[in-house]
């Protein structure tokens, strides 16, 4: 597998959030959002095999909860599928953040998906595959990161016209972070301010959880590893 970084720390999105969580980043996406924190892995990474990875897991922490992110990570999925199934069966709780775009029909069903949809102000609108629809669960979470009102109501509708409240157990409106951040932990980096996409939701009665992503108000939000 090729592994950009795994690491310890708090998990700063999803429900999950403020947990203690160690990350596995794999290296490559075959997208390119506009506003995307993770450029860093299109490239390089160390080739591991499975084994490796999972060892590491384990030295970092014998339980507990993993998201395995990237990139995007189902571009290793063939390596990926077997890896998960074999830290599920060692009772680890798995996160998979992935862009929507690639098949996860064979994504363990025990796995909390984190699925993208890609709104138009990310440059990769219309790259969601609407057959990973079917594969959401109510374990599963779908996340909109919105640069401006034209996503929020890209957003808005796709939730509503999929019934994605009922489908999953969470239905994420983030604002998308700025490109490049000052080294303020506050909610000045935001593409969209967080206060005003609050006013809309409640506006719209809409019921989906306005998602921050904390390790950008911990941390600086540019620093990775975190
Ligand atoms: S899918 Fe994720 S890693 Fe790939 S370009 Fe978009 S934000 Fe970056």
């Known amino acids: 597998m090729l592994v950009t970084e795994i ?15 160690t990350f ?11 506003w995307c924190d993770s450029e860093y892995t ?16 384990s030295r970092l922490a014998p339980s507990g909860l993993i998201e395995i992110t990237g990139g995007e990570p189902m571009l290793q999925e063939r390596e990926l599928v ?20 690639r098949p ?22 219309g790259s969601f595959r609407e057959a990973n629809l079917e594969t959401l669960t109510a374990r599963d979470e779908v996340k909109f990161v919105l640069a401006d009102r034209a996503d929020y109501e890209f957003a808005r509708e796709f939730a509503l016209r999929h019934k994605l ?10 604002p998308a972070f700025l490109k490049d951040p000052t080294v303020a932990r506050d909610s000045s980096n935001c593409q969209l301010d967080p206060r005003l996409l609050a006013e ?4 719209d009665k809409l019921n989906v959880r306005l998602g921050l992503q904390i390790h950008k108000f911990i941390w600086e939000p540019a620093t990775k590893g975190v």
């Open 7 to 21: 690491y310890r720390s708090i998990q700063g999105e999803s429900s999950f959030a403020g947990l203690p969580c």
């Open 104 to 125: 996860l029909e064979r994504v363990p069903r025990e796995v909390h998906k984190i699925v993208d949809v890609k709104c138009p102000g990310s440059g990769e609108g």
């Open 42 to 57: 299109f490239t390089g990474g160390k080739k591991m095999s499975p084994d490796e990875v999972e060892q590491e897991i």
């Open 165 to 174: 409240e009922s489908r999953v157990c969470d239905v994420i409106f983030s």
């Open 200 to 203: 809309w939701i409640l506006e």
């Open 24 to 34: 596995v980043r794999l290296t490559a996406c075959n997208l390119r959002c506009t």
């Open 82 to 101: 077997p890896l998960m199934e074999r830290l599920l069966r060692q009772g680890y709780t798995l996160l998979l953040e992935t862009s929507g775009e």
